[in-house]
DNA sequence: CCATAATGAAACAACGGTGTTCCATAGCGG
DNA sequence: CCGCTATGGAACACCGTTGTTTCATTATGG
């Protein structure tokens, strides 16, 4: 029942807004402008597509919904564990680049665009390493997450500012993470 | 030899410092026109100080220079064990409050605005951490600094978005750290 | 090949922030 | 009390972004 649209257009609008995620992401206020030169395309067409800036950044959501739902599945977060499945997690976030940055600096919320059962599934994994002993109780769970998101960024901080590789900014990452949420003995 | 001010403009100019520096930190792109209204100063006056707001920008981080360098007075780097001293710095560094957030949002180059003895002043530390093996050496020093602020982040969100207390928000993000620096075993 | 869809360029008004000027007023100090 | 300093408010031009309209051009598909 979808209304009947040409391929040019999906192809269009796919790169308006993959030019949107990478511009936004490196500076969340770039003009739209920016955007429309990033998609190659002229500003009247983004506008076509996007009457609004606040349209654009709805499409831009859904857009990252989607990844991070589709990271969640990867992470087959029921799998040994609940620290393991963290640190599964952990990687396969890492891997969102552009959308990582976008959750950072406030773009998107993605807590907000996500599905209802997707959005607390960090926080369950970690209250399932709490039962099964594998992390930390003296952190509670919400805590854990943020911890996650803060090491997150440290490693995209890393890769920015020093020009590590994506594989050493993982690596250490995790190991950092590993430590910091282990259980104390 | 320098000028000589009158105590009220001294006073004024302070008022709109602290007013740029807690209105920046929750909003980096606020108008002058908000500083002002915090400063409860007509934006003329703010103009008279500061003509430019880059002007501003560079009394907000002369501002933040001179509490940072205080912290580092506070923290002693020198005694103890790296680890220990880190954790000091830690702590002073959580209580700068706005400071951080400024640093945070990029409004103020901390590293940038800092006598040059003090700006390598962490990395000396978690160098030294090394050296005695109270750090885990398996993560660079420059790495342990980036946790440390990606750390006082998550600590600093904590408090924001749970309302947490500023004694709780650092005993957790102490804990946290302290694993995750420490030697692994 | 021709009708329609899709696009780009240009021009426009509106808006908000910035930096400046001018003038009136309040307040402190001699 | 007088004068100088500090201030606030209003008005102004300037600039970049936004959202809209118009018109000409391209390309897609039946």
């Known amino acids: ?45 983004l506008h076509r597509y996007f009457a609004e800036r606040s349209d654009l950044v709805v499409g831009v959501t859904e857009e990252c919904a989607r990844a991070v739902v589709a990271a969640h599945a990867r992470a087959r977060v029921l799998d040994g564990t609940g620290r393991e499945a963290l640190l599964r997690l952990c990687r396969e976030y890492f891997d969102l680049g552009d959308v990582l940055a976008l959750a950072f600096n406030g773009v998107v919320d993605l807590d907000g665009g996500l599905p209802g059962d997707e959005s607390g599934l960090s926080v369950r994994v970690c209250e399932r390493g709490h039962d099964d002993g594998s992390l930390d109780r003296g952190q509670p769970a919400l805590w854990l997450v943020n911890v996650l998101w803060c090491s997150l960024y440290s490693g995209w901080a890393w890769m920015q500012e020093h020009g590590a590789s994506r594989h050493d900014a993982l690596e250490l990452l995790l190991r950092t993470l590993d430590g910091a949420v282990r259980p104390r003995d």
């Open 1 to 45: 029942m979808t209304a009947p649209v040409s391929g040019v257009r999906t192809r269009t609008r796919q790169a308006i807004l993959a030019a949107a995620v990478s511009t936004l992401a490196s500076d969340p206020s770039a003009s739209l402008g920016d955007v429309a030169d990033a998609a190659g395309v002229g500003r009247t067409t």
